[in-house]
């Protein structure tokens, strides 16, 4: 590709706000804000949720929230995905999930295999409620396990047993679900390279089609952050990491993302739109959204995160809190966050059919990581090795041309809701 590392790609990076000629494709985030407890470990936008959850308010604020984003997106597509996550969004009976999805068939052309996540947490959900996602259009279940070991569930926080676990994903099973996502977590206090094998063992033994695996790491303005646990130290959680890898590439699990597995075809289509740099509406309370526009450039918009603030909100510009326009000299960050989590990489038409960029504006970076051993990068290609997988923050600060806006840090974790 003509890799240069000097003022021709500086140039690029300090160019305008730049545009997208072509719009990617479309997805729909939905939160749910509440939880029954909020875990220690947790630094998403969570609340312990009210005895009396205000489900029909908050079903409306919902929809008004889309309507209001529909008034602004004059350039509207089909929707790929659409997912919901939290919080808890099983604390949400079937007949209100039901009620959004109907609201946003009114408003959205669905794709005819549009995939739609619901997450769960195993101690919040019942048999009949199962049916009633699985009729309201749910066609793909995320269980919040985290673990099988009753006493490590316990340490986390968590309000279910393995017990539970089990019988929830054959309660979605008995209700017609054949697309499920099974969320686990490794270096937990106390835990042991055999303990950690031992979950993924007895995950497997429930024939998920995708697993989400990831580190417990310590956030801040947590209770963990507060008071940390005693965790693994680097080697070893590096040596559990590569023995679940090993366990699950032995049963046929592909990892196509730093933390996500997945049988062949079974792949998160929604989270892979947002790896690949795709486009997400937002809705919900703190929820965010990414939207390119042919004229205007790329914009990062974010609703007001309290539920309460969230539901009294009325009226323009109503429940967004904040939004930005991407400078040029942002993009190459905000897409190589994304696109460089997948094990594929990216192409390099794509990086400019996504961005507006010419590649040129990431030269430098590229000559950097290929140097170092971190990317292959081909005429056509880019794709990270596997030291640069294993030293990921490192290949992304490369890309890092500004400083990014508050907000926008190098993840530790990702759940499924990754939004």
């Known amino acids: 590709m003509g890799i240069v590392s000097g003022a021709e790609a500086d140039a690029s990076a300090r160019a305008l706000p730049c545009a997208p000629a072509v719009l990617p494709p479309l997805a729909l985030y939905v939160h749910i804000p509440w939880c029954v407890r909020k875990c220690p470990y947790c630094d998403f936008n969570s609340h312990t949720a009210p005895e009396a959850l205000p489900i029909e308010a908050y ?152 697993l989400s695996h990831y580190q417990l790491t310590i956030e801040p303005n947590t209770v963990f952050a507060a008071n940390p646990p005693a965790l693994p130290d680097h080697d070893r959680a590096w040596g559990m990491q590569e023995a679940c890898q090993e366990q699950l590439a032995r049963a046929g699990f592909a990892q196509y993302e730093v933390s996500a597995y997945a049988r062949s075809v079974w792949e998160c289509r929604h989270n892979l739109n947002y790896w690949r740099y795709g486009d997400y509406l937002g809705i919900g309370a703190g929820a965010h959204a990414k939207r390119s526009h042919t004229q205007s450039g790329i ?62 504006a990431i030269a430098r970076s590229l000559y950097e990581g290929r140097a170092r051993g971190w990317l292959d990068v081909s005429d056509t290609a880019v794709r990270p090795t596997l030291q640069g997988r294993n030293f990921l923050n490192d290949v992304l600060e490369l890309f890092l041309t500004a400083t990014p806006r508050p907000g926008r840090r190098i993840p530790a974790r990702v759940s499924e809701s990754a939004a």
């Not at 889309?66 to 997106?73: I, Q, R, V, Y």
């Not at 101690?123 to 009949?128: A, K, S």
């Not at 109503?318 to 190459?332: H, M, N, Y």
């Open 299 to 360: 914009e990062r918009r974010w609703k007001v995160k309290q539920p309460r603030s969230y539901l009294a909100q009325r009226g323009a510009p109503g429940r967004v809190a904040g939004s930005q326009v991407l400078a040029a000299s942002e993009i190459p960050f905000d897409y190589a966050l994304n696109a460089l989590r997948l094990h594929e990489g990216f192409a390099l038409a794509d990086f400019e059919s996504r961005t507006g960029l010419p590649r040129q």
């Open 59 to 210: 079903v409306d604020a919902l929809l008004a929230d889309l309507d209001a984003d529909l008034e602004a997106e004059p350039e509207m597509r089909e929707v790929c995905s659409v997912f919901f996550g939290g919080g808890t969004p099983s604390l949400m009976p079937g007949a209100a999930i039901a009620r959004i999805l109907d609201g946003v068939r009114q408003r959205l052309r669905l794709a005819t295999d549009c995939e739609i996540t619901l997450e769960a947490n195993p101690g919040t959900v019942e048999h009949d409620r199962f049916e009633m996602y699985r009729s309201a259009g749910v066609n793909r279940l995320s269980l919040g396990v985290q673990s099988f070991d009753d006493a490590a569930l316990r340490r986390l926080g968590r309000i279910h047993d393995a017990t539970q676990a089990v019988h929830a994903v054959a309660a979605a099973r008995e209700a017609g679900f054949d697309n499920l996502n099974l969320d686990l977590m490794f270096a937990l206090p106390g835990q042991t390279d055999q303990g950690a094998l031992d979950d993924i063992d007895k995950a497997l033994a429930l024939d998920p089609t995708h």
